[in-house]
């Protein structure tokens, strides 16, 4: 894979700490459905230290480019993905990075 085209996207995700198992649960299968999209190359779920009762995430994701993460977000896999989230009280923050070396 030619580095000027990977595509890794970062959604941070913080929650507050009662919501945690809510959390892990709903993204816990995630790895293994995600080797399934067309154009994945790869998915993190990662869990911060904690530092305070608000509890700090990060799901990781590869793509081959930015074409198939934009595939995806309109695939009925991102729609089954995201359905029934609930009320975590989670706030996300999503940052698209373009792999360069």
Known sequence: MKGDTMYVVTN???VPAEHAAHIERGFGGSAERMK???GCLG???LKE???SDVLVYV???QWEDE???TAWLSSDAFRDAHSGQG???ASGEIHHYRVIA
């Open 36 to 38: 399934q999209v067309t």
């Open 59 to 61: 799901a990781l994701t």
């Open 12 to 14: 941070t995700i913080r």
């Open 49 to 51: 230290e904690a530092t």
């Open 67 to 69: 074409a198939a993460f």
């Open 87 to 89: 009320d975590s009280g």
């Open 43 to 45: 998915f993190m779920f």
